[in-house]
């Protein structure tokens, strides 16, 4: 159990629709990051944002909207779903550091949520 | 930008033989190298990864990887695999610019056959 969590764990909808995908990260990590895993692009960072506030931008469609909650769960809204959004979404977290006399920051490893299954019909 | 390659797809092999699973990368800054599994019906795990020091690291269950910064590469290895590491392996490449994004292959399945 990677102490992250997604839901839900399956989704079957129909073209034109918006749902929601909700994480909540590791007690403790402040950074979330959502990815997308399909069988044709592989897996694809779409965006990620740190302690509320976004820090990353990925291939993350303009339908596709994300945000980070005070209590530091994140939720991915997909709307106007099309039959390509059909994909396993990812949700991982992290502790992220940064070390600001050197610039530099550490991104060591990412604890990724089991993911939900969207079926796009 | 960066890419990460992995050249096999799908890479079937008997019990108890050596594997490779190759992959290579690109990028114009310096690089970390992960590489993750993904067991069936579950989400990605770090298996190892490399940060900087020795070029070869050291997973916990006999999978190794070497770090070639001449060839870009960031092959991992296992000199005798078991049924139970039958799974997806994703290699993955983030910078060290300070963005924060992981870039991932596309993955390779292994399965180990009795």
């Known amino acids: 159990d990677s102490g992250v969590t997604q839901t839900p764990k399956h989704l079957i909808t129909a073209t034109g629709q918006r749902v929601t995908l909700r994480c909540s990260p590791r007690?403790?990590?402040?950074?979330v990051y959502w990815y997308q895993q399909s069988l044709d692009q592989g897996l694809q960072f779409l965006i990620q944002y740190y302690n509320g506030e976004e820090r990353a931008k990925g291939n993350i469609l303009e339908r596709f909207s994300a945000q980070q909650f005070p209590d530091l769960h994140s939720e991915l809204n997909l709307s106007s779903l099309e039959l390509g959004d059909s994909a396993l979404y990812f949700c991982?977290?992290?502790?992220?550091?940064?070390?600001?006399?050197?610039?530099?920051?550490?991104?060591?490893?990412?604890?990724f949520g089991s993911g939900t299954q969207l079926s796009v019909l | 930008a960066q890419s990460v390659t992995q050249l096999d797809s799908q890479v079937p092999v008997f019990e108890e033989a050596p594997v490779e699973l190759r992959c290579n990368y690109s990028s114009s800054v310096s690089v970390y190298l992960f590489w993750y599994v993904q067991y069936p019906n579950q989400g990605l795990q770090l298996l190892l990864k490399y940060l900087s020091g020795s070029t070869l690291v050291e997973s916990i269950n006999g999978f190794e990887a070497e770090f070639n910064k001449s060839q870009t590469s960031f092959h991992l290895r296992k000199p005798s695999v078991h049924i139970s590491d039958t799974a997806e392996y994703f290699c993955?490449?983030?910078?060290?610019?300070?963005?924060?994004?992981?870039?991932f292959g596309k993955g390779t399945k292994l399965t180990v056959n009795p």
């Open positions: 007690s403790g990590d402040l950074s």
């Open positions: 991982a977290s992290s502790v992220w550091l940064s070390l600001t006399a050197g610039a530099c920051t550490t991104n060591e490893k990412l604890f």
């Open positions: 993955a490449v983030g910078t060290q610019d300070g963005s924060e994004k992981l870039v």
